[in-house]
Nanobody
């Protein structure tokens, strides 16, 4: 069974940092595309960052220069390093994998982890 599970969310002050992790089982990040998305209640889920199986990365304009997506193939874990956080980054963050990197369409989704940035 393919599964991805997020961790690392929490409460942080504006200007602070958090690192989200996404651990996979039944799926290997090094040969799959993956990404991070976020959702605010009442709004559609939006793309945050993606990483292709070959290591190419892409970011939403709103997080460029502040967030970094990466993966550790040995640990089969993907990360989202979030720096210079602002209150507008408050959302539930989802890990996704196993889909199309260019179209931001993924097959497997985690349950989400809450990130709250206080002003």
């Amino acid at each position: 069974q393919m599964q991805v599970v997020e961790s690392g969310g929490g409460l942080v002050q504006a200007g602070g940092s958090l690192r989200l992790s996404c651990a996979a089982s039944g799926l290997t990040f090094s040969i799959n595309n993956a990404g991070w998305f976020r959702q605010i209640p009442g709004k559609e889920r939006e793309f945050v960052a993606g990483i292709s199986w070959s290591g190419s990365t892409s970011y939403a304009d709103s997080v460029k220069g502040r967030f970094t997506i990466s993966r550790d193939n040995a640990k089969n874990t993907m990360y989202l390093q979030m720096n210079s956080l602002i209150p507008e980054d408050t959302a539930v963050y989802y890990c996704a994998a196993g889909g199309n990197y260019l179209q931001n369409v993924y097959d497997y989704w985690g349950q989400g982890t809450q990130v709250t940035v206080s002003s």
